[in-house]
């Protein structure tokens, strides 16, 4: 079992940046895969990115492709997100997640422990 607390959330302008961190207990943390969602208000939550155990392969939803980065570091037991260019649109709770089984998967269902969200608002 892995617990997973983000940080890093905040209010910033439009065109600004921030940069998510998620600490993950537990040693087998290498052996996910890890993934950032987020909701916003009255929305559902969507798919941001992930990246593979050993951190070689990455994925990105469109809306943030060429403006997100995520990484990881499993020395730390930290999955990252920089967010660069910030748009209001952006703004959501911003989740991590763990999935021991798939691979990059886009898919809620198939990840198996959440951390608790991280508030990223961005103002026009």
């Known amino acids: 079992q892995v617990q997973l607390v983000e940080s890093g959330g905040g209010l910033v302008q439009a065109g600004g940046s921030l940069r998510l961190s998620c600490a993950a207990s537990?040693?087998?943390?290498?052996?996910?895969?890890m993934a950032w969602f987020r909701q916003a208000p009255g929305k559902e939550r969507e798919f941001v990115a992930a990246?593979?155990?050993?951190?070689?392969?990455?994925w990105y939803a469109e809306s943030v492709k060429g403006r997100f980065t995520i990484s990881r570091d499993n020395a730390k037991n930290t999955v990252y997100l920089q967010m660069n260019s910030l748009k209001p649109e952006d703004t959501a709770v911003y989740y991590c997640?763990?999935?021991?089984?798939?691979?990059?998967?886009?898919?809620?269902?198939?990840?198996?422990?959440w951390g608790q969200g991280a508030q990223v608002t961005v103002s026009s």
């Open positions: 997640a763990a999935d021991q089984g798939g691979y990059g998967s886009s898919r809620q269902s198939e990840y198996d422990y």
């Open positions: 537990g040693r087998s943390f290498s052996s996910y895969n």
């Open positions: 990246i593979s155990r050993n951190g070689g392969s990455t």
